[in-house]
C-alpha cells in the first residue's frame, strides 16, 4: 500500500480547502476543494466547478474565481480543461495556452498559473519533478487509465524515479460496480478487482493508478495516497451517489516564496 497523503483544513478567502501538506516541501502549493463555500443551488450545492453538467454558467464563473483566489491567482489564470477520459497533454506555460483545449492531464513549470483538475469519483492525481521545477495534474477514470493518461502525463517531466506522486481522493474500491468490459482492462492489477453481483466485480480505482504510476517506473516511496473517498457525496461531490451533481478540484501551482 502506498503512503498516506494527508490532507490539512486550511481557510483560503472565502473558502475552506484540504492542503495536500506533503507536497509543500517539494515546492509545490496543493489543494483540494470540497462542496462547500460556493454560490451554486442544489444539486450543484454549492462549490461546483465544472461547467457541462447543467449548473448556472454565472454561478460556476464565481465559483472558479473563488478557487483562483485560494490558489493565489488572477481569475484566468487558472487553467481549466475539457477533460475527455483520454491520454492528451497541455503543456501551459501561459493561461491561454489551453483556451478551449480537450486534455486530461496538464503539466507546467510556471509559477503564474495553477493547475486544476475536475473530478467527482475519478482520481485526481499531483505529479512532481522537484529537480525540473515541473508539476502534472491528471484525470483518472478507467477510461484513461486503460489510454495511459498517467504514462502521458509523467513522459514530459523528468525521469520516473525522480517523481513523486499524490493520489487524491476518489470513490472507494467497493463501490465502485463496473461489468466484465471494464474489468478486462485489469486483471493485471493485483487486488484491484473482486466479485460482485452477477457476472459484476468492484474496481479500486486507487490501486490501479498506484500500480500503474509504479509500473512507470515512479519509486513505491514516492507514492502517496489520500485515504478520504468521494462516495457517501458530503464532502465530495460524487457522480455514483446522485446524478446529476457538481465537480471539485485537485489544483496545484509552483510555490512562490
Same mark, same amino acid.
Given at each position: 500500500?502506498?503512503?498516506?497523503?494527508?490532507?490539512?483544513? #486550511?481557510?483560503?478567502?472565502?473558502?475552506?480547502?484540504?492542503?495536500?501538506?506533503? *507536497?509543500?516541501? /517539494?515546492?509545490?502549493?496543493? &489543494?483540494?476543494?470540497?462542496?462547500?463555500?460556493?454560490?451554486?443551488?442544489?444539486?450543484?450545492? #454549492?462549490?461546483? /466547478?465544472?461547467?457541462?453538467?447543467?449548473?448556472?454558467?454565472?454561478?460556476?464563473?464565481?465559483?472558479?474565481?473563488? $478557487?483562483?483566489?485560494?490558489?493565489?491567482?488572477?481569475? @484566468?489564470?487558472?487553467?481549466?480543461?475539457?477533460?475527455?477520459?483520454? %491520454?492528451?497533454?497541455? !503543456?501551459?506555460?501561459?493561461?491561454?495556452?489551453?483556451?478551449?483545449?480537450?486534455?486530461?492531464?496538464?503539466?507546467?513549470?510556471?509559477?503564474?498559473? *495553477?493547475?486544476?483538475?475536475?473530478?467527482?469519483? %475519478?482520481?485526481?492525481?499531483?505529479?512532481?519533478?522537484?529537480?525540473?521545477?515541473? /508539476?502534472?495534474?491528471?484525470?483518472?477514470?478507467?477510461?484513461? =487509465? $486503460?489510454?495511459?493518461?498517467? !504514462?502521458? *502525463?509523467?513522459?514530459?517531466?523528468?525521469?520516473?524515479?525522480?517523481?513523486?506522486? &499524490?493520489?487524491?481522493?476518489?470513490?472507494?474500491?467497493?463501490?465502485?460496480?463496473?461489468?466484465?468490459? $471494464?474489468?478486462?482492462? &485489469?486483471? @493485471?492489477?493485483?487486488?484491484?478487482?473482486?466479485?460482485?453481483?452477477?457476472?459484476?466485480?468492484?474496481?479500486? =480505482?486507487?490501486?490501479? $493508478? !498506484?500500480?500503474?504510476?509504479?509500473?512507470?517506473?515512479?519509486?513505491?516511496?514516492?507514492?502517496? *495516497?489520500?485515504?478520504?473517498?468521494?462516495?457517501?457525496?458530503?464532502? &465530495?461531490? #460524487?457522480?455514483?451517489?446522485?446524478?446529476?451533481?457538481?465537480?471539485?478540484? =485537485?489544483?496545484?501551482?509552483?510555490?512562490?516564496?
Amino acid at each position: 500500500m502506498p503512503r498516506r497523503a494527508s490532507l490539512i483544513p #486550511s481557510r483560503r478567502g472565502l473558502l475552506d480547502v484540504l492542503v495536500l501538506e506533503d *507536497a509543500r516541501a /517539494l515546492g509545490v502549493d496543493a &489543494f483540494v476543494t470540497t462542496r462547500a463555500g460556493g454560490v451554486s443551488d442544489p444539486p450543484y450545492d #454549492s462549490l461546483n /466547478l465544472g461547467d457541462h453538467v447543467g449548473d448556472d454558467p454565472a454561478r460556476v464563473r464565481e465559483n472558479r474565481r473563488r $478557487v483562483a483566489d485560494a490558489a493565489g491567482v488572477a481569475e @484566468d489564470a487558472l487553467v481549466i480543461v475539457h477533460q475527455v477520459h483520454g %491520454c492528451g497533454v497541455v !503543456e501551459v506555460r501561459h493561461a491561454r495556452d489551453a483556451a478551449s483545449a480537450s486534455a486530461d492531464a496538464l503539466v507546467t513549470s510556471s509559477p503564474d498559473v *495553477a493547475l486544476a483538475i475536475l473530478v467527482a469519483d %475519478c482520481v485526481p492525481v499531483l505529479l512532481v519533478d522537484a529537480n525540473h521545477g515541473r /508539476l502534472a495534474v491528471a484525470h483518472a477514470g478507467w477510461r484513461g =487509465l $486503460v489510454a495511459g493518461v498517467l !504514462e502521458s *502525463a509523467l513522459a514530459p517531466l523528468g525521469p520516473p524515479e525522480q517523481v513523486h506522486a &499524490f493520489i487524491g481522493p476518489a470513490i472507494a474500491g467497493d463501490r465502485y460496480q463496473v461489468g466484465p468490459e $471494464v474489468a478486462a482492462h &485489469f486483471t @493485471d492489477v493485483p487486488g484491484a478487482l473482486r466479485d460482485d453481483r452477477g457476472d459484476r466485480s468492484v474496481l479500486d =480505482l486507487t490501486r490501479v $493508478v !498506484e500500480h500503474r504510476l509504479r509500473a512507470a517506473g515512479v519509486g513505491g516511496e514516492h507514492v502517496r *495516497a489520500c485515504t478520504e473517498r468521494t462516495d457517501d457525496d458530503a464532502l &465530495f461531490f #460524487s457522480d455514483r451517489a446522485v446524478r446529476p451533481c457538481g465537480r471539485f478540484a =485537485l489544483v496545484a501551482r509552483r510555490h512562490v516564496a
